[in-house]
């Protein structure tokens, strides 16, 4: 079936078809060109500079619809799509998928084992790159929403792969099974932190108490300029999110990296009080 061209997009070469499931993960990697209107994601100018195309070619395979599209085959950029550097040892991987509603995944390099955190669909275009970055030790998945194809990259890598275990059923083939209480240590300076909201085994992953993987329990709003909670996917328990939270201000981090929603790096200090700010909104609500 021919995809149909969301009218609300502009017109030019490129179009997000009505397709779109409005998952926002088109909009985090081409934020100058794509917004939402209509509970759509839409272009809403074309791309002008190589820069902009790169970001378009971005959208394109970071959606898990296919829904970003061109109207005559575009030339591939002479860049690296994805993986997309965040930090100079982290990677968001693109490449999402629909069974994780377009939640993004990420990959950590370390010297002891590299780790992706949640998973994209199985891309050779990926798996080649994972193979000349070291491979993957470890797959640390936040919760049962977006597992994705970690079986298939656990295979491939024989990775260990850990979850928590109320949200195991979503991993049967899973090495490691996280239990409530206090962090647990995966690797060096690598903590998985129960955070019991979203889902009941909902998990946190920190580096170096610098990098916080927050699944879908914590993101960035650029509208609000704050950090932000998903009252309305909150599957299991919104006070049991708001106490989660509230003991995950006990840590300390400057970047927070979302499986929905933006990221963010802030000063310690201010991510600090944004968090308990969130918990006294949270509690009120």
């Known amino acids: 079936m021919k995809p149909i061209r969301n009218t609300d997009s502009?017109?030019?070469?490129?179009?997000?078809?009505?397709?779109?499931?409005?998952?926002?993960?088109?909009?985090?990697?081409?934020?100058?060109?794509?917004?939402?209107?209509?509970?759509?994601?839409?272009?809403?100018?074309?791309?002008?500079?190589?820069e902009e195309q790169l970001d378009a070619w971005r959208a394109m395979l970071v959606c898990p619809t296919a829904s970003v599209r061109s109207e005559t085959k575009q030339p591939r950029p002479n860049a690296a799509i994805f993986p997309q550097p965040i930090t100079s040892d982290v990677w968001r991987c693109g490449f999402n998928a629909r069974s994780?509603?377009?939640?993004?995944?990420?990959?950590?390099?370390?010297?002891?084992?590299?780790?992706?955190?949640?998973?994209?669909?199985?891309?050779?275009e990926l798996v080649k790159w994972f193979d000349g970055a070291g491979g993957?030790?470890?797959?640390?998945?936040?919760?049962?929403?977006?597992?994705?194809?970690?079986?298939?990259?656990?295979?491939?890598?024989?990775?260990?792969?850990?979850?928590?275990?109320?949200?195991?059923?979503?991993?049967?083939?899973?090495?490691?099974?996280?239990?409530?209480?206090?962090?647990?240590?995966?690797?060096?300076?690598?903590?998985?932190?129960?955070?019991?909201?979203?889902?009941r085994g909902s998990v946190v992953y920190l580096l170096d108490d610098r990098v916080m993987f927050s699944g879908d329990s914590l993101a960035w709003s650029p509208r609000k300029k704050?950090?932000?909670?998903?009252?309305?996917?909150?599957?299991?328990?919104?006070?049991?999110?708001?106490?989660?939270?509230?003991?995950l201000a006990t840590y300390r981090f400057e970047w927070l990296l979302p499986g929905h929603g933006w990221f963010a790096q802030l000063p310690a200090e201010e991510m600090n009080s944004r968090l308990l700010a969130l918990v006294a909104r949270m509690r009120q609500d």
């Open 136 to 199: 993957i030790a470890h797959i640390l998945l936040s919760h049962s929403d977006d597992v994705a194809d970690a079986d298939k990259y656990a295979r491939r890598f024989g990775a260990r792969v850990w979850i928590h275990r109320e949200d195991a059923s979503a991993a049967p083939y899973a090495t490691d099974l996280l239990d409530d209480g206090s962090a647990t240590n995966i690797a060096i300076n690598v903590r998985a932190i129960p955070v019991p909201g979203h889902t």
């Open 10 to 50: 502009v017109s030019g070469e490129w179009y997000i078809d009505t397709a779109c499931i409005n998952c926002g993960a088109s909009r985090h990697v081409a934020p100058e060109l794509i917004v939402e209107r209509n509970d759509k994601s839409v272009f809403v100018r074309q791309p002008a500079t190589p």
């Open 100 to 124: 994780s509603f377009g939640a993004h995944s990420y990959f950590a390099s370390r010297p002891e084992g590299n780790l992706l955190i949640d998973s994209p669909r199985y891309a050779a």
């Open 226 to 247: 704050d950090l932000i909670a998903f009252r309305d996917a909150c599957w299991y328990s919104w006070t049991e999110l708001t106490d989660s939270l509230s003991r």
